[in-house]
C-alpha cells in the first residue's frame, strides 16, 4: 500500500514560484511511475507532469512545459514539482498520483493523494 501525501501549496503571485512535494509511504513507493494532476473548480483533473519510476524520463502537458519541472528523490521517497513564472490559470487543486492503471496521462492511477491547493493572483 502506497500513501502520497502531498505539501507546498499555497497563494502566489503572478510570476512567483513554488515547490510542491508528494512524499509516499510504503515500501514499495520508489518503483512506482508518479505524477501530478490538477483540478479546477468545476473542471475535470487534468495530467500535469509524469515521472518514471527511476527518474530516467519525465513528460509534461503542453501547458506548463517550460516552466514545471518534475523530479524524484527516491531515497526519501519524494516526488518533487518545481512552478514557475506561475499564472492565474494556473490556479487548482494539485494531486499526486501513483502507478497508472492505463497510461501515464490518463487520470486513472491506483494511489492518489488527498491534494494541496494552489492559487496564482494576477
Known amino acids: 500500500q502506497v500513501q502520497p501525501v502531498e505539501s507546498g501549496g499555497g497563494l502566489v503571485q503572478a510570476g512567483d514560484s513554488l515547490r510542491l512535494s508528494c512524499a509516499a509511504s510504503g515500501r514499495a513507493s520508489s518503483v512506482y511511475t508518479t505524477a501530478w494532476f490538477r483540478q479546477a473548480p468545476g473542471k475535470e483533473r487534468d495530467f500535469v507532469a509524469a515521472i518514471l519510476w527511476d527518474g530516467g524520463n519525465s513528460y509534461y502537458a503542453d501547458s506548463v512545459k517550460g516552466r514545471f519541472t518534475i523530479s524524484r528523490d527516491n531515497t526519501k521517497n519524494t516526488v518533487y514539482l518545481q512552478m514557475s513564472s506561475l499564472k492565474p490559470e494556473d490556479t487548482a487543486r494539485y494531486y499526486c498520483?501513483?502507478?497508472?492503471?492505463?497510461?501515464?496521462?490518463?487520470?486513472?492511477?491506483?494511489?492518489w493523494g488527498q491534494g494541496t491547493q494552489v492559487t496564482v493572483s494576477s
Open positions: 498520483a501513483a502507478q497508472p492503471r492505463i497510461n501515464i496521462f490518463s487520470p486513472q492511477y491506483t494511489y
